[in-house]
């Protein structure tokens, strides 16, 4: 543990080296990859003088126990050991998981796609609960919430919904949710009573920067259109909706939420970003799946992740079997249960590999 610590530590102070140089500005991409590493090692650090300084004083209490004649200063030793070894075991454990090598993605605002599957109108539905649900969840986390895109489907909700979602670690709890989520429950359209199943797909992206990705403006098609969807007077009589193309890959990306054509052309610039950057992050996250056992923050969409079951009020995740009879709290936002317990299966894979 001390060997590990004192490596980080050495990592610690070349990083601040590095920050305290005055040409290290010069290079802004690399400036702010280190100012991100020295805030991420920083409670680490702090953990490494906490933890130091209990082992001294497990030391000191060592040397007086075998070597004070005062029986009274002898007991008190013995009563501190036991505390110090109790505090260090707990350091220790503490610090195993603080040690566990981060999702550098973690820390990264998300866009969030929501599109109908398999089930028709009641899809379409089912892709509109989820985005309530999600926009509770957002709303009690204090994260805030920007609609880029949707297409509404024909009896309600969404064929398809793109939103960001901007606030602290947001993709390191969103990402959880990528993948196939499946609903079991009678449709409105429904006149015999029968249980219907329908699915929804969810793709979480970690925001990519302009320091992430860089696009050449002529690799990029920009055509304008007139917006279908609420926006009052100027809907369908100002073409300020955007459609991007991305000619090498072939990635099209539309926005109209916005009234004004140069804020839909940022907000579908920035989703366009971040799915050329999932490419790349997407070679991460296969690797990551092929050594860990659970689905866990592999990003595999087609894999079924979830599934909710009115009749039974139950929510079943079956990357790790966990299952909630309270549905109707899940789809108002209360989710974090299901999140923790896969942060902290996730964990568990990590600290596996960490030791490894």
Not at 4 to 17: G, N, Y
Not at 49 to 75: G, P, Q, V, W
Not at 86 to 102: F, G, K, Q, S, T
Not at 199 to 208: N, Q, R
Request: aromatic letters at 8%; glycine letters at 6%; charged letters at 30%.
């Amino acid at each position: 543990m001390l060997e590990k610590l004192e490596a980080i530590k050495q990592k610690f102070d070349e990083i601040e080296t590095q920050l305290n140089d005055p040409s290290a500005m010069n290079d802004m991409k690399r400036f702010i990859k280190l100012s991100k590493d020295y805030k991420e090692l920083q409670p680490v650090m702090e953990a490494y003088a906490k933890y130091t300084n209990i082992l001294s004083n497990i030391d000191h209490a060592k040397d007086i126990i075998h070597n004070e004649k005062d029986e009274e200063f002898r007991s008190l030793a013995k009563e501190e050991l036991t505390t110090l070894t109790v505090a260090r075991d707990n350091m220790e454990e503490d610090i195993r998981l603080m040690i566990i090598p981060a999702d550098p993605e973690d820390n990264k605002n998300a866009i969030v796609e929501i599109r109908a599957g398999t089930g028709g109108d009641e899809a379409s539905i089912f892709a509109g609960d989820l985005y309530r649900m999600y926009t509770k969840y957002c709303e009690a986390r204090k994260w805030k919430i920007e609609l880029v895109d949707f297409t509404t489907g024909t009896a309600g909700g969404f064929k398809e919904i793109i939103f960001n979602v901007i606030g602290d670690n947001v993709y390191g709890q969103l990402k959880y949710e990528s993948g196939v989520h499946r609903v079991q429950r009678v449709p409105q359209t429904e006149t015999q009573g029968r249980i219907h199943t329908s699915a929804a797909t969810i793709a979480v992206l970690p925001e990519a920067d302009e320091f992430d990705v860089e696009i050449k403006p002529a690799e990029v098609r920009k055509d304008t259109y007139c917006s279908s969807g609420p926006g009052g007077q100027s809907v369908n009589t100002t073409y300020s909706a955007i459609r991007l193309t991305h000619i090498p890959s072939g990635i099209v990306v539309t926005c109209q939420d916005e009234k004004s054509q140069m804020k839909n052309f940022e907000k579908a610039m920035k989703v366009l970003r971040s799915r050329l950057y999932e490419m790349e992050h997407q070679k991460y996250l296969d690797e990551i799946s092929k050594r860990r056992k659970t689905m866990v923050s592999t990003g595999d969409r087609s894999a079924k992740i979830r599934t909710y079951n009115y009749s039974q009020s139950r929510v079943t995740d079956h990357r790790i079997n966990l299952t909630m009879y309270n549905l109707s709290v899940f789809l108002d936002g209360g989710i974090q249960q299901f999140i923790d317990a896969l942060q902290l299966a996730e964990n568990a894979e990590r600290l596996k590999e960490a030791v490894a």
